[in-house]
């Protein structure tokens, strides 16, 4: 298949994992921030192909797993109101809260769809006039601009039941968060890249002006990764950490001035509480002023049980980077998808589903 | 006669009758199903195989087939796996009243050009209609029987190590044909359906080989699914290599996008044959010259270690574990 294959070619990885080798010298430990670097790693075996030296972890770059329970259990609560319709991507659906999830709530009678982007929920509400249609807001900065969008649409055509639950997050305020809690040593991070076709580069000068960290922006096939890690491993090596971008065919060093516009217009920055990690200031999105009569935050009032943490479960150590889904002692045994304690077991893009869905040959 | 389905017609009333006489008896003619006692009376001598499924696909439409071409294949694949010879077919409708009976009637033909196509008959059969949402649209029940020949042999726990693993053509058609025209893609995809009875290709590969191990159609849960049961069934490794599994560019285009795994994808009109190494090459000839096995391929082999597990060598000769399908990819594919 075109601009796929070409991008997967065995040839062609076996020399790159070969010039890795070559090139690598000293210990190097990378963080692939998004979850579906860490998908597609696993995916194609990429870690059995580098030298055991090159230590790859997995960072907190899957929206749905750092999703505070707080914020799962205030979703659950919305659903069971009356004439109300909950619009939200798939993944979030099994996610367990303190107590629930919304698929048990939709179970016990809450109406509750799958929709595939934010104008899908509000072709919903077109078609439910008599029902308050809320949409789950979960993403970073790759799904924040469609949901701007949308909200724009929503307000030009004077949409009166259609509500966005707000728990859009953003990537490079976080990264500094977990390099400040210097849990982790790191020498490279593999960037984001769809999140990095709307920020550009400029966000992340900071990691190597003020970390020494290199920075390289990968794409999702297995020759982009290799590409990254082999930029990163040159930058090690010649001790010359910086910002470039692997994924070109994607990023632009500028990226998108009109996403990023829109975002401007629809949403203010807000101190954000990130599951593993805590609050983390100017990281979360919610509705500007001009868009209130849309958030449901403020529209609805409902009543949340306290925050109860489900004990055992290692979660907010693997999105830190601290601890691989081997190391919990629930991962396989008591959390597997079908059963999932966690949400980095529930989402596609998580590290526990990834590691269950794609163990190597010894795991 | 009106233009749909109502509650009358599954009264035993005249209405009923004339449903069942001009509907089904006609176009599904055959001399035991003629009869209308309330058993079908047949005589077969040896070992028979028996097997039913139920049938709620929705759409009950979709690109290369309908839920009638599905209730005939599922049931005539099941008993190929098994390597029987399929026979008699039953048949149960229950229909949601407000069918349009034009729907009704292209899937009655549907069922029938399918039976005609995989030579078998439909012997007995029955109809029920139940209220609006009690049902969606159309449900159907097949029930089959068919014959085992002397010294065939094939079942799940049969696979040795050494066999070659054969796949009969690209997977995850089916899967990708129905998910397509689900609410919510408002994308084309330009795949349909392999739904289709496999008897046929059956009979040529055990004509081409007495040394076939196993059958199973890889159905819901996918190939990985399907290897996982086997290699549980039989205690034994399976390694299959990534570059090796036809998927056609469709599946594949679709698979990226919403982020599935073709190996977990649904197929209607595949099979998947564990055969003796030193008959697989000419097993595969037999496929590739059958119409539902020209992209047949050999894609792996039974291993003796790593009993009950599944490995998958991928491109760039790293190898990952292979789980059976966990959680609902989609409901009511078939």
Redesign the interface.
């Given at each position: 298949m075109k601009f796929i294959d070409e991008y997967r070619d065995a040839g062609l990885g076996k020399k790159l994992a070969e010039h890795i080798s070559h090139i690598s010298k000293h210990p190097a430990r990378l963080m692939e921030f998004c979850g579906g670097h860490t998908v597609s790693i696993m995916r194609n075996g990429l870690r059995q192909l580098l030298p055991p030296h090159i230590e790859m972890l997995s960072g907190p770059g899957c929206p749905v797993c750092v999703t505070a329970n707080s914020d799962i259990d205030r979703m659950i609560a919305l659903a069971q109101l009356p004439d109300v319709i909950i619009t939200t991507f798939g993944d979030m659906i099994k996610v367990p809260g303190s107590y629930s999830n919304l698929s048990q709530a939709r179970a016990e009678g809450a109406d509750i769809r799958i929709v595939y982007s934010s104008q899908d929920a509000i072709k919903i509400a077109g078609e439910n006039k008599g029902k308050s249609v809320i949409f789950i807001g979960i993403g970073f900065e790759t799904t924040a601009p469609t949901i701007a969008a949308t909200l724009l649409q929503a307000k030009q055509k004077n949409v009166k039941n259609f509500y966005v639950h707000c728990l859009l997050k953003l990537c490079p305020p976080v990264i500094k968060a977990v390099l400040d809690l210097g849990e982790v040593k790191l020498n490279g991070i593999i960037g984001p890249g769809h999140v990095s076709t709307i920020t550009g580069t400029a966000p992340y000068e900071f990691i190597p002006r003020d970390y020494r960290i290199g920075f390289v922006i990968s794409g999702f096939e297995s020759l982009d990764i290799l590409q990254t890690v082999s930029m990163l491993i040159e930058q090690i090596e010649k001790d010359e950490p910086a910002v470039d971008i692997a994924y070109s065919r994607g990023v632009r060093p500028e990226g998108n001035p009109m996403a990023l516009q829109l975002m401007d217009k629809v949403f203010d920055k807000e101190s954000a509480d990130w599951r593993g990690i805590g609050i983390v200031p100017a990281s979360g999105l919610k509705l500007a002023p001009e868009f209130a009569d849309f958030d449901a935050m403020s529209a609805f009032e409902v009543k949340v049980e306290p925050v109860k943490e489900t004990k055992g479960c290692i979660c907010g150590e693997i999105i830190r980077g601290i601890a691989t889904p081997h190391q919990c002692p629930l991962f396989r045994k008591v959390c597997t998808p079908e059963n999932p304690i966690g949400p980095c077991m529930v989402s596609s893009e998580g590290s526990c589903s990834a590691y269950y869905m794609y163990g190597d040959d010894n795991g | 006669m009106g233009k749909t389905v109502i509650l009358a017609h599954g009264s035993g009333s005249k209405l009923s009758h004339d449903l069942v006489e001009k509907n089904l008896l006609q176009p599904l003619h055959n001399d035991l199903l003629a009869k209308l006692d309330d058993s079908a009376v047949f005589d077969v001598r040896g070992k028979l195989a028996f097997t039913t499924d139920s049938y709620v696909v929705s759409p009950i439409f979709f690109p290369g087939g309908d839920i009638g071409r599905l209730a005939v294949c599922g049931t005539v694949n099941d008993l190929s796996m098994s390597g029987a010879v399929p026979l008699y077919l039953s048949l149960a409708l229950i229909i949601e009243e407000g069918l349009p009976l034009e729907d009704l009637d292209k899937i009655v033909n549907s069922i029938k050009v399918t039976t005609e196509e995989a030579g078998i008959q439909v012997i007995t059969g029955d109809t029920k209609v139940v209220n609006k949402g009690s049902v969606d649209k159309i449900f159907i029940n097949t029930a089959g029987i068919g014959l085992i020949s002397d010294g065939v042999d094939i079942s799940g726990s049969n696979a040795k190590a050494g066999d070659k693993i054969i796949l009969s053509g690209s997977i995850g058609d089916h899967g990708i044909a129905v998910l397509s025209l689900r609410e919510?893609?408002d994308f084309k995809v330009p795949v349909q359906s392999d739904c289709a009875p496999l008897n046929g290709l059956v009979a040529d590969m055990l004509e081409a080989s007495k040394n076939i191990h196993v059958l199973r159609d890889p159905t819901r849960g996918g190939l990985a699914t399907t290897l996982n049961e086997i290699a549980s069934q039989s205690d034994v490794g399976i390694s299959i290599f990534e570059?090796k599994v036809p998927v056609h560019?469709g599946v594949?285009?679709a698979c990226?996008l919403l982020?599935f795994?073709p190996l977990y994808i649904a197929n209607e009109g595949k099979t998947v044959a564990f055969v003796a190494a030193d008959d697989a090459e000419k097993v595969l000839a037999a496929m590739k010259n059958n119409n539902y096995g020209k992209e047949a391929a050999i894609i792996g082999e039974v291993t003796e270690s790593?009993k009950g597990k599944v490995?998958l060598k991928?491109?760039?000769?790293?190898?990952?574990?292979i789980?059976m399908l966990?959680?609902e990819l989609l409901p009511r594919i078939c």
């Open positions: - | 919510g893609f570059d560019d594949r285009g990226e982020g795994d790593r490995v991928t491109r760039l000769g790293a190898s990952r574990m789980d966990t959680g």
